[in-house]
């Protein structure tokens, strides 16, 4: 465990990129987001803020100064903050499930491991989800009236057709867009701006190219942060309500609304597979200077997360549990990558055979059960 932990940290040192997304480690976090703890304590004394949450999440939990600061002036926010931690850790954990790259890194946060920090496809993904994830929650913090900053969406721009009216609570998608702008891409604009700035008397070469690859991801960062929200403004869906006497539908209310996250995570998949690879000629020539393309883009070529490779970032998938009936990824084929696999046996037991007796009172039997269990050598 420590020498994890040292290997996380020397890649803290060599790669500081990536700071926009350390904030998915308040998935872990319990802390309360209340306003009493920190007014308190005003001031900027020593003490200040150590007592508050803001100030926690930022030395525990990774969070830039600029997201510690967003936190203070708008602590409402925050619970929805690390709602979305936690649905971005959650739905890319399902969605990729039965890969070989599982997003089991998305839970070391906000230690980062280099799959999300060379700009590879998976932190393509990473990205577009956590942005996506905020602005989700953002929008729907709106609507269910929790923030004083934001009320529901605005009225849709289309007319209605002749069977309902718009009405109800929209999801708002443009306060949620603005939030996740503010709260994620501000901090990874503002380390590129800094690397311009800082002085180019004393570096070396080396010093040059590594800042240069850093502006480079974070542009790459950037940019699919954006493709994340464009999704979710692209699933918002009519969602309708009728009135009327005893079920009859006289009058219908609609609005527009947000599907389930986990079919925006679905949606990412598909970019995912089309990602893009760019050059970094590509990069600096058109990344940043207009909408440069709507799908997900990657700069470093991914591993095939067979071996175990802590330079890259690959955690290999030895031990992973297979199908031997599929043919779909999870498949012991895929999965395994060639290396053969190993049958165990695992007897469950359960309750079966249950009766009810009179109204009330159930009986039921043990079971034991084999079944059999496969898994990558
Ligand atoms: C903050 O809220 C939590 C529960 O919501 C409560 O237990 C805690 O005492 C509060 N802290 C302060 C300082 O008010
Ligand atoms: C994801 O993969 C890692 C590394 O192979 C493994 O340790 C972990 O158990 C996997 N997680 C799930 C939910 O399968
Ligand atoms: C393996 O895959 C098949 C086909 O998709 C499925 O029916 C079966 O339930 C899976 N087995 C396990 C143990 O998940
Ligand atoms: C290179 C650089 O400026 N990195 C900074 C990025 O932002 C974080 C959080 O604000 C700083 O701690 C880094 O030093």
């Known amino acids: 465990m420590e020498n994890k932990l040292f290997v996380y ?3 803290l040192l060599i790669i500081d990129v990536g700071f926009s997304i350390r904030w998915l480690s308040l998935q872990h976090s319990n802390l309360h987001w209340n306003l009493s703890s920190v007014n308190n304590n005003p001031g900027r004394g020593i003490r200040s803020g150590t007592r508050s949450p803001c100030g926690v999440a930022r030395r525990r939990y990774g969070l830039a100064k600029l997201q510690a600061k967003l936190c203070r002036s ?3 926010t925050m619970p929805h903050v690390q709602k ?5 850790a959650e739905t890319c954990q399902t969605v990729f499930q039965d890969r070989r790259w599982n997003c089991s890194s998305i839970i070391t ?7 999300l920090t060379r700009a590879t496809r998976e932190q393509a ?10 602005t989700y929650t953002m929008a729907r913090a709106c609507a269910s009236g929790t923030l004083y900053h934001c009320t529901c969406g605005s009225k849709p721009d289309e007319p209605p057709n002749s069977n309902f009216q718009w009405g109800g609570c929209g999801d708002n998608i443009r306060w949620g867009v603005y939030f996740a702008k503010r709260f994620i891409d501000n901090v990874e604009k503002l380390n590129v701006s800094k690397t ?5 008397g004393n570096e070396n070469d080396e010093e040059r190219k590594n800042k240069l690859l850093k502006e480079e991801i974070a542009a790459v960062n950037l940019h699919n942060n954006r493709v994340g929200r464009k999704i979710i403004r692209e699933s918002l869906q009519v969602q309708c309500k009728c009135h009327g006497v005893s079920g009859s539908c006289n009058i219908k209310t ?5 599907p ?4 925006i995570g679905q949606r990412l998949l598909t970019q995912y597979t089309n990602a893009k690879e760019v050059s970094r000629n590509y990069v600096e020539g058109n990344l940043g200077q207009k909408r440069a393309s709507d799908e997900l883009l990657f700069l470093s070529k991914s591993p095939d997360y067979c071996t175990k490779d802590v330079k890259l970032g690959s955690a290999g998938t030895v031990g992973r549990r297979c199908n031997v009936t599929t043919n779909g990824p999870n498949s012991c084929r895929q999965l395994c990558c060639g290396r053969g696999y190993r049958t165990l046996v695992e007897e469950k037991i359960e309750r079966c055979q249950c009766k009810y007796y009179n109204c009330c009172y159930v009986k039921c039997n043990i079971c034991r059960t084999m079944t059999q269990i496969y898994e990558c050598g």
């Open 109 to 115: 946060a906000p230690y980062l491991t280099p799959d």
């Open 84 to 88: 979305a931690a936690i649905l971005a």
């Open 260 to 263: 389930p996250m986990i079919e």
């Open 74 to 76: 708008s602590m409402e």
């Open 125 to 134: 993904y990473v990205y577009a989800i956590s942005s996506a994830a905020l």
């Open 254 to 258: 609609c609005w527009k609304g947000l």
């Open 196 to 200: 311009r700035k800082r002085k180019r």
């Open 9 to 11: 940290l020397i890649f």
